[in-house]
């Protein structure tokens, strides 16, 4: 097991050019918050600086919480200094920018950690978690919590390293060099690209682009070691084109270093044979859907490559659990069933889950679908080809809500969706009662849009009401 190394306020002076106003060079940091309705004694607090808040005017409330250490970029007067003389207060120009500067001296502190950087269009969150549950089978392993995958979340789970061995940690990004920046202080070992789709496609322009700013986690590391999904049509160019790397491939369709054979899905789970060069052995999967399937290959592979027996893997893919609002499967008492996947969307995340709607065995499917966001001039496009993915997998009822989901009903009515099927909501009070006049024991409701969409608040008041 590897040793807990902790930074000392004099490390963090280094790293960050800081200040100390008073407290003690020795004085070892463990703990580090950005919120102080969660100090606890003996806590290191940030006071990071947002755009509808400055954690800098909360420092006085972090060491009365019991802080022992606060990292500010504001001057402090001379009656607080005196009055908190005993307390470790560190001045920075740029608190943000310490953060990033503190984790990388962190990060580096651990020279043996295995570092899982994953990436990805589509899934990354839970490609995440099901790494990390198959490492944690043999590694103390400490993942990204829930969707801290950017320039602030990234940092503070690094600051939370103890004594873990591996690290599993999710990269995101909207524009070029935010997965730059966060992949040069994680320094992964190993790297995994899910997929590139269309996410943020209206910030980039291209699936090309997005490619080439998903890539961009290969810089920060010393020996470029990556995982591919090898049935996405780019990453497999990618993969042909490229010899100069090692790169390892997943797969189903394509001829990969891991396959599944003899695949059978069930509603809410999956078996399949997992194959690995010439070994193979069995997987359950207790999560339904292909692209459970995927991850569970990608988190298969990723043991195999670091030393994990089959009986581990096994055991972490057969005890994953899904982050809520991702594909949660919620029974009501009137026999409906939800399956809530609310927390985000694409074409290629909203497709995914329209052909898992479409293979339940609910008496009646039904989908509650509303905009992604992000796609800029894409945006008709892809909505309309949402729609022809309704019509195609025969879903039975379609409630629609915001105003790019216009065209997804405008393209499913085309398609020849039954109109009287199909209900386009202004508000979602509105789509509330409707879904509650029209569903019956029996049915499947898909819930699936951007985040920013809030359906899971649809989701929340039919759990309360009818939950059993």
Known sequence: MMLKMNLKIKDILKATNGILLSGDLEYE??????????????????????ESFDGNLFWKDA??????????????????????????????????????????????????????????????????DIIANVLSQKYNTLKTEGNMNNAIGLPFTILNLRNHEALVIEMGMNHFGEIRELTNIAKPTLAVI??????????????????????????????????????????????NDNNNMEI???????????????????????????????????????????????????????????????????????SFELTKKRMEIIKLKNGVTLINDSYNASFDSMKAGIEYLSETTGKRKIAVLGDMFELGTFSEELHRKVGAEVAKNNIDILFAIGENSKYIVDETEKDGMNKEKIFYLNDKKELLEKIIQNMQSGDVIFFKASNGMRLFEIVDQLRTEFFN
């Open 194 to 239: 899910t997929n590139i789709g269309t996410s943020h496609i209206g910030n980039l322009g291209s699936r090309e682009n997005i490619l080439n700013a998903k890539l961009e986690i290969l810089e920060g590391m010393e020996k470029k070691k990556v995982i591919i999904n090898n049935d996405n049509d780019l990453l497999h160019k990618w993969k």
């Open 63 to 128: 060491l009365n919480n019991g802080a022992d250490t606060v990292i500010i970029e504001k001057d402090i007067g001379k009656e607080d200094l005196k009055k908190y003389k005993n307390e470790n207060i560190i001045k920075v120009e740029d608190t943000k920018k310490a953060l990033i500067q503190i984790a990388t001296a962190k990060r580096n502190l651990y020279k043996d950690l295995i570092v899982v950087g994953v990436t990805g269009s589509v899934g990354k969150t839970s490609t995440k």
């Open 248 to 318: 390892y491939t997943f797969g189903i369709e394509n001829k990969s270093d891991c396959n599944a054979l003899k695949i059978t899905k069930k509603e809410n789970s999956s078996e399949f044979i997992c194959k690995i060069n010439e070994e193979k052995f069995n997987i359950k999967v207790p999560v339904g859907g292909e692209v459970f399937i995927l991850n569970a290959l990608c988190a298969s592979l990723v043991g195999k490559l670091l030393n994990l027996s089959n009986n581990e893997i096994q055991e972490g893919i057969e």
């Open 29 to 50: 940091c463990e703990n580090f918050s950005k919120d102080t309705r969660k100090i606890k004694k003996g806590d290191t607090y940030l006071a990071i600086k947002g």
